[in-house]
Structure formats: structure tokens, C-alpha cells
């Protein structure tokens, strides 16, 4: 099982407040392309973007209850989650969607429970679950969003994934400008000043939202790579399990 996530920044132009003209359809293919060369056993997870972010930030979720807010969020999300889904079609794979809000229910921002045994069936199937960040409902504060992010190392643990790889526009985690081979939990206090927000609007946390949860997938055992899927040829690589940009393992 392989778990590979594209960030919202491949995707979207996230410095774009105009949700109609913010979809990067050129880099949807070409990734749709890459996946198409290593589809075996995989869940892909893709970010919001602007799709996500704007209409988040908007509605002041997820810090304000807005049953307003969620509908667009959502709707908005779904949008993009399409173009992603019939992209990968057109590369010839068999893609499903799978939302978020409709399989997920959070407790303080953190995932409680999780749906996914439709998601292990799919994959017996030979289809190709296609999931993203989204709204969902909390328990405790009653709505909050939920991170392409965060659901990378739930699903990596959940399913017993051997690959874990989140795609972003950068080539890992980056110290002095280069990024770092290997990072442990251990290395987070020297490097915390480096790890900065996201380029454009993000509500989930950038690089270090990012680096935390897989550091926390890391503890459970499971490794993970950071990487950079705008650079052609990255996508296949971390898929047949190369290692690119930055891994993160457990401290010894």
C-alpha cells in the first residue's frame, strides 16, 4: 500500500483569490500522468489549495461555526477534487472520489474516527481512491477543517502503508536554503526558525503543519519522504520508493 499526497501549491495558484482561473490544468495532467506510471495499491491524497483556502479564510473557518462557510468550502473543494479525478480518468487510471466530510468526524481538530473501509475496498478493486482536504464535523467544536496533511499518516497507519510520500513545491525540508537528507524528531528544536508558512493563503499550517505530522507518523514506525512534486519525474520516483527531498524517521 502506498500513500502519496500533492499539495494544494502544485495544483492551485494559491496566491489566487479568483477560484476560476486559480487551477494549474497543465500540472493536474502531468501529475495524473506520473501517478499513471506507478498506480499499483496506491490512495492518493491532494491538498485544497486555493480552492480550499480562500473560502476557509473567508467564512473565518474553522475557528467561526458558519453552516454558510462549510457549504462553500466544501463545494469549492469538490470542485477541484473533479478536475483531479477526471485528469487521472484521462491517464487511464480508474479514480473514485472519497470526501472527507462525509467519512471523517474530528474531536479538537484531530481526526477521531475514520471510514475507511471503503477506501481498502476500492483498492482491492483496483480502483484509485482520490481524497482531499475538506471540511468535516467535530465533535467538540462543532465543525473544523481537515488537512490533506493529517490525513496522510492516519491513512499511512490505518492501512499498513510501505510508502508514505506528501508532494510539495519545494525540495523537502529546507535548511539555509537546501534541504535536509533525513530529519528526526530530535532535529526539530535546531530547526524550527527555518520551517516558514506556506506561500499564499493557507489555514492548515505550511511546511511545519506538514513536518509535524509526519514526524508523529514517524513515531509510529512508518517513514515518510517530503518532497518536490513540481520537478518532472519526482512523482514516479517516490512511488517506486526512491528516496527524494527529505526523509522522516523515527529518533533512535
Known sequence: MKILK????????????????????????????????????????HGAGS??????KKYGLPDNFSAEGLRVTHNSVVRLNDLVVDALSE?????????????????????????????EEMVKDGLLPVLHGDVAMDVTRRAGIVSGDQLVPYLAEALHAKIAAVGSNVDGVLV????????????????????????????????????????????????????NASKKGNIARALSGETVGTTVTRSN
Open 176 to 227: 539555509d536554503g537546501k534541504p535536509m537528507a533525513k530529519i528526526t524528531r530530535k532535529d526539530l528544536p535546531s530547526i524550527e526558525t527555518y520551517l516558514g508558512g506556506s506561500a499564499g493563503v493557507d489555514v492548515t499550517g505550511g511546511m511545519k503543519g506538514k513536518l509535524l505530522e509526519m514526524l508523529d507518523l514517524a513515531d509510529a514506525g512508518i517513514d515518510s519522504v517530503i518532497f
Open 91 to 119: 491517464a487511464g487510471l480508474s479514480p473514485l472520489p472519497v470526501h472527507p466530510l462525509s467519512c471523517v468526524l474530528l474531536k479538537d481538530g484531530r481526526i477521531e474516527s475514520f471510514a475507511k473501509e471503503p477506501i
Open 51 to 56: 480552492f480550499g483556502h480562500v473560502p476557509a
Open 6 to 45: 500533492i499539495g494544494g501549491s502544485i495544483l492551485t495558484d494559491k496566491k489566487n483569490e479568483s477560484l476560476a482561473n486559480a487551477a494549474r490544468h497543465s500540472e493536474i495532467r502531468r501529475v495524473a500522468e506520473e501517478i499513471a506510471a506507478r498506480p499499483e495499491e496506491l490512495v492518493l491524497v
